[in-house]
């Protein structure tokens, strides 16, 4: 069965560098997400991303977040200027067209020093 | 503001027993429903939506507007069930489709 991959699945940086989250979604799937969890809080809403364009976006996504599909198959969630606040779990989701479920990735730990 | 509620971080039940997992909902809206489950090590994955009203693995929820609840019920638990069970909501109003989560149960059944 098709899964949505990511890439790390671990990053340390320390504060202030810059990190990308890769996610490769399952093939034919259009609609791509991305969500984070700090660790022992909810799961939250980043972005979401459709024919190239962002289509949504929560407040945490502000001007130190951007996302891009910059070979057709990747997806990425780069963060500028990393902050402590910013280690967490992020995931991946992505949907096909006329499909409901969001398929998730396994998830990248970031751990931001 | 959308905010998704589950009131019990840890349910512990023996194998055989039912159980039920709360969800609460506050949006002024229609929301989608859904249940998504993580079992230890693996990604998140959708377990039941509620416009399908369909059951899976032996669990269901049904939606109460009156109560704004989508508690997740199953008659007899087994261990296999253990997992951690996340209660989502999709506003979709305005074509918008992000998830919002709750806190998440942590579900486990014991022998």
């Known amino acids: 069965e098709p899964e949505v991959t990511q890439t790390p699945s671990h990053q340390v940086t320390q504060m202030g560098q810059e990190v990308i989250l890769r996610c490769v979604p399952i093939?034919?799937?259009?609609?791509f997400y991305w969500y984070r969890q700090i660790l022992g809080q909810k799961v939250e809403f980043l972005v979401s991303f459709y024919n190239n364009e962002i289509s949504e976006k929560s407040e945490i996504f502000d001007d130190q977040f951007s996302v891009e599909r910059p070979d057709g198959s990747n997806f990425t969630l780069k963060i500028r200027s990393t902050k402590l606040e910013d280690s967490a779990m992020y995931f991946c989701?992505?949907?096909?067209?006329?499909?409901?479920?969001?398929?998730f990735g396994p998830g990248t730990r970031l751990t931001v020093t | 503001a959308q905010r998704v509620t589950q009131p019990e971080k840890l349910l512990s039940v023996f194998k055989g027993a039912p159980v039920e997992l709360k969800c609460n909902y506050s949006y002024s809206g229609s929301p989608e429903l859904f249940w998504y489950v993580q079992y230890s090590r693996q990604r998140l994955q959708l377990l039941l939506r509620?416009?399908s009203r369909e059951s899976i693995k032996g669990f269901t929820a049904d939606l109460n507007k009156g109560e704004t609840s989508f508690h997740l019920k199953k008659p007899f638990a087994q261990e296999e069930d253990s997992a951690m069970y996340y209660c989502?909501?999709?506003?979709?109003?305005?074509?918008?489709?992000?998830?919002?989560f709750g806190k998440g149960t942590k579900l486990t059944v014991n022998p």
């Open positions: 093939s034919n799937h259009l609609y």
């Open positions: 989701a992505t949907r096909g067209q006329g499909i409901y479920e969001q398929y």
């Open positions: 989502a909501l999709s506003p979709r109003q305005g074509g918008s489709e992000k998830l919002v």
């Open positions: 509620h416009i």
